[in-house]
């Protein structure tokens, strides 16, 4: 089995690009560019020095030995949270600023829900300095003052989508529209592996770097490369992407998928896509979405922002409907009590979403031989506000 895309951008039954007409030539330029740049040694010169001096990478493959003794299998966290900005939304978006440099183009859109893909994307507009504009739903611009604030203290322009919900989605259809009406100098940064080809792949690709430094820490830490669980919590998907990567091949590592079940699995609140989700398209591309019998796409619910997405990437929805990756859903209450859980037994405050991965350590039989990692997406600090509120601290 094998699970890169073929040239048109399946996985399996999943993927493609499915995008009206209007769309058709810039996600064609991108998908005839994307490895010719980023495949060249100038290229991964760069993005490897700005991973290196920008973000802080390598970032460390810690040893959970307090998680450890709880649990009794050997559990290791690969510490995205410190990256710059606190999670590992920047090292796909370094990646795409280059490649829009590359093609020449002088003006950044990106979509946004909780915000943190959007300061991601302002972050390295500023890098560079590109104009940058993310689209928000109003809604969502209410819920996530402080992450707007930042995308305007970094010089972005933060424009809101009225129509709708005023959630994601509807951001994600006032940033196509741009698109369309901007075809020649503008680049849309994707900030999951979610949307038509090659952005499934082309965000999978700059966010592998994950897994790539987990096979030489494994090795120095245990004599080995390869963990025999990896768990990673999945929203559209691109942080379980870069953790699977050069595991996804070796059938020996268990890939496990936390999914974000809300209030419950079968509450109406929630957002457990691979059990919930029936084929269709979504954001161009064909996958798993909780959507009607007549196709409209259901409102996603969780606690945390970052995973209460509709669907999965193609990837994702390839790997669990094939058996080769295993999904758990996880509710808002299991996801609380982890994220005190790791706070209190390690030290580190984790971001909500990462809580969800936590949370599948009570679900899975553990032996001391096991190695696992957890891939630790990013920090608390932005989930502060919802900690205070539920722990009444
Ligand atoms: C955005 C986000 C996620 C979910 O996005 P994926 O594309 O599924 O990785 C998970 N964790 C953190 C900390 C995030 O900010």
Known sequence: MTFQPT?????????????????????????????KFSETEEFKKEFQSLL?????????????????????????????????????????????????????????????G?????????????????????????????RQAPNVS??????????????????????????????????????????SVVGPHPYPDMVARFQSVISEEIKWQLQEHEGRENPDMVIACV?????????????????????????????????????????LGTNGILHGSRTLLMQTAD?????????????????????????ITSGRAKSYPITDDEALESVLEVSRLEGIIPALETAHAFSVLNKIEHHKDQVIVVNLSGRGDKDLNTYIEHFNF
Not at 161 to 190: C, V
């Open 295 to 319: 196709g409209q796409v259901i409102e996603p619910y969780s606690v945390s922002a970052g995973l209460d997405y509709p669907g999965i990437g193609p990837l994702h929805a390839h790997l």
């Open 52 to 112: 290196k001096d920008y973000v802080g990478r390598p970032t460390p493959l810690y040893f959970a030995k307090r998680l450890t003794e709880k649990y009794g299998s050997k559990i290791y966290l690969k510490r995205e949270d410190l990256c710059h900005t606190g999670a590992h939304k920047v090292n796909n978006t370094i990646g795409q600023i280059l490649l829009a440099e590359k093609l020449g183009k002088k003006r950044i859109i990106a979509e946004t």
């Open 114 to 142: 909780a915000g943190q893909h959007g300061v991601a994307t302002a972050t390295v507009c500023a890098l560079k300095g590109l104009q940058c504009i993310v689209y928000m739903g109003e809604h969502d611009i209410k």
């Open 235 to 275: 929203g559209g998907g691109s942080n379980a992407a870069g953790a699977f990567y050069h595991f996804m091949e070796d059938e020996r590592v268990k890939l496990v998928a936390a999914e974000a079940a809300g209030l419950g699995v079968d509450s109406g609140k929630s957002a457990a896509t691979s059990l």
């Open 150 to 191: 930042r995308m305007k203290m970094l010089g972005a322009e933060v424009r809101p989508a009225l129509s709708g919900s005023k959630t994601l989605k509807d951001a994600t259809n006032e940033a196509i529209r741009d698109w369309i009406n901007n075809p020649n100098d503008t680049f849309y940064i994707i900030g």
């Open 7 to 35: 040239d048109q951008g399946f996985y399996g039954e999943y993927g493609g690009a499915f995008v009206p007409e209007m769309l058709h030539a810039n996600v064609e330029e991108l998908r005839q560019n994307y490895l």
